[in-house]
């Protein structure tokens, strides 16, 4: 058959009395067309710090995330920081650079030492079409260990304090009790937790316990 056409197909069939019958279709189908105008795609993030399931991070660390395109929307309701195990939103300032299309968020304090959190960016975060991130998370764990550069003061009230000095895995080696006759100080270079030992320890750089690690109490606080 001669005809415009692209698209053939039939059928035949036989009667009862052993006739043949047949049927054939030409169709000439039309080129695509657009029927509307493409979808604005959502924004998504790029680049996370702390990365997802990062551990051994500093608890004086920033969380930070950027995003594929500019948006708006960014706040301390929208990009928030939870701690993992209690679901408790921490204190912190969130700020969004437009330039480099990222957002930043300081917590208010220091994280806790070995301890994971949880940190979440709302689908309320938009780019400039209207669309809407999809709801991201992810969690990080911190270092059981924080430096100090330069070293921070550690107070102490007048009484006994016990300082001591510890191998890794938290056998004590030495100790040196001493008693303060008033409220004193010391340089203290890190602050840590200690394996088999409760609490946090802050390791003394100079003065009587030069050396030992003292443990945090209401009378021995890091400045």
């Known amino acids: 058959m001669v005809g415009d056409y692209n698209v053939a197909g039939g059928s035949w069939s036989v009667s009862s009395s052993g006739g043949t019958y047949s049927v054939m279709v030409f169709v000439k189908t039309c080129a695509p067309t657009s029927?509307?105008?493409?979808?604005?795609?959502?924004?998504t993030v790029t680049w996370r710090s702390p990365a997802s399931g990062a551990t051994g991070v500093s608890p004086a660390t920033a969380v930070s995330a950027r995003f594929s395109e500019a948006v708006?929307?960014?706040?301390?309701?929208?990009f928030v920081l939870r701690d993992a195990v209690t679901g408790t939103i921490l204190s912190a300032a969130v700020t969004y650079d437009a330039t480099a299309k990222q957002a930043t968020l300081r917590p208010t304090h220091w994280l806790g030492l070995g301890h994971s959190y949880r940190v979440s960016l709302s689908s309320s975060i938009r780019d400039t079409g209207g669309a809407s991130l999809a709801f991201t998370s992810w969690t990080?764990?911190?270092?059981?260990?924080?430096?100090?550069?330069p070293t921070r003061t550690?107070?102490?009230?007048?009484?006994?304090?016990?300082g001591y000095r510890f191998?890794?895995?938290g056998t004590v080696l030495a100790s040196k009790p001493y008693t303060l006759a008033r409220a004193s100080s010391a340089s203290g270079s890190r602050r840590a937790l200690i394996a088999g030992h409760s609490g946090t320890w802050?390791?003394?750089?100079?003065g009587v316990w030069?050396?030992?690690?003292?443990?945090a109490s209401s009378s021995v606080v890091l400045h």
Do not use: E, R
């Open 167 to 169: 191998a890794s895995n």
């Open 202 to 206: 802050y390791l003394i750089s100079n």
């Open 72 to 78: 708006s929307g960014v706040s301390a309701s929208t």
């Open 210 to 215: 030069a050396g030992y690690w003292v443990q």
């Open 35 to 43: 029927t509307g105008p493409v979808g604005n795609p959502p924004p």
């Open 154 to 162: 550690v107070s102490f009230g007048s009484g006994k304090h016990v």
């Open 140 to 149: 990080f764990k911190t270092a059981t260990v924080q430096a100090f550069s």
